[in-house]
């Protein structure tokens, strides 16, 4: 039987999101249907709403959630009703050529429900991220669910299922941070604070962290920040060698996904440094860096894909860390609202008011 749930929409292009009955089916096999106990609102969405991503409109909005599966279909043994999840995007397939190269992480072919969630009049509804978790109940893939300790709270679980995994992930997996290390972190929203996090996880004894305004520089301070420039005011490359005796962080992290941005980190980086783009650009921008320069400086230019994570192998020793108080996912949380309160929690968001607003449901 069918579910009627509320869903936050996204129609058309740059018009405000709306919340209205969506249809939800049962489980078909591989897939679960998941009661949605909190979801964060995070940026990609608003590229959703504003076209950034595709024009498969109508979209369901929300992918950054926690809740409690309900049911699932024929063939699912990795969860069960009454497990406590966290939604990923990447349901690893197991046999592509990164899977089967050992490189689960890279999945080239991850998969989501295959049945349509839609509106009450059979529009068939595009998941944002193959998820849609704005909603009181969504249908995901099975391997879209990640099964965790049900003590953490659902709005700071939540989020390890986009942009703190992505921010902490950029640091640990795809940079390689470790003790001692030097990192610079340009652009301290949610993806680069927890960028800050997983750095100090790891063990980096100088943590830089750059932005335009002081209020984000005030919480990277908080996530682990050794050190703040303000690139409104102050070069910030820079500032970074000179906090770094000269010579560049060993690992420096871009988190906005701007041209400017990147090169910045790009010079700000040690000889023989790592530049991880986190930081998701728009398919109009273009960089231009002298060639001899990315020959001579060495070192590694790295993309980071979700934090190059593996959500059964990364989510479940996140929340560990966050129960033994050694990740604080709740600070992250700077409000939570409820589905009627997107639309505003964009405009905060764009305004840089908060790091994360996050529904409830």
């Keep these: 039987m069918a579910h009627e749930v509320r869903g936050v929409i996204a129609r058309k292009k740059g018009e405000p999101v709306s919340v209205e009955t969506i249809i939800v089916p049962d489980p078909g096999p591989g897939e679960a249907l998941v009661q949605v106990q909190a979801c964060g609102v995070c940026h990609t969405d608003l590229h959703y709403r504003q076209g950034g991503i595709n024009d498969d409109f109508p979209f369901l909005l929300g992918h950054e959630a926690a809740g409690i599966v309900e049911e699932v279909g024929v063939g699912v043994t990795d969860v069960a ?21 050992g490189r689960p992480w890279y999945c080239f072919a991850t998969h989501n429900a295959t049945q349509k969630m839609t509106l009450a009049d059979g529009t068939e509804l595009a998941p944002a991220l193959g998820i849609g978790a704005f909603a009181d109940k969504t ?8 099964k965790v300790d049900p003590a953490a ?18 640091a640990i997996n795809t940079g390689g941070v470790t003790r001692g290390d030097s990192v610079a972190v340009i652009g301290c929203g949610g993806v680069g604070n927890a960028a800050i996090a997983g750095a100090r996880l790891a063990g980096a004894s100088k943590i830089i962290a750059v932005d335009i305004d002081d209020r984000k520089l005030e919480w990277a301070r908080g996530f682990g920040a050794t050190h703040t ?23 420096v992290i871009e988190a906005v996904g701007r041209p400017e941005t990147y090169e910045q980190a790009f010079y700000a980086r040690d000889l023989a440094g790592t530049v991880v783009l986190v930081g998701v650009p728009t398919p109009d921008m273009r960089i231009d860096l002298p060639l001899l320069d990315v020959f001579g400086r060495g070192g590694a230019l790295k993309s980071s894909w979700y934090g190059d994570c ?10 560990d860390l966050y129960k033994q108080g050694r990740l604080e996912l709740d600070g992250f949380v ?28």
Aim: overall charge negative; glycine content about 12%.
């Design 153 to 170: 709270s659902p709005a700071a679980a939540g989020l390890l299922g986009c942009g703190i995994m992505a921010g902490l992930g950029a």
């Design 139 to 146: 249908l995901v893939a099975a391997g879209q669910c990640t």
């Design 334 to 361: 700077s409000e939570t609202i409820g589905l009627d309160e997107v639309e505003s929690a964009f405009d905060k968001m764009h305004r840089g008011e908060v790091l994360r607003s996050v529904v409830l449901l």
């Design 310 to 319: 593996l959500p059964s192998r990364d989510f479940p020793m996140l929340i």
């Design 229 to 251: 420039v303000n690139s409104a005011a102050t070069d910030p490359v820079q500032a970074i060698r000179e906090l770094t005796g000269g010579d560049g962080a060993d690992v």
């Design 81 to 101: 009703p009454g497990d406590y999840v966290i939604l990923n995007w990447r349901a690893v397939c197991g046999q592509c050529r990164a899977c089967s190269r």
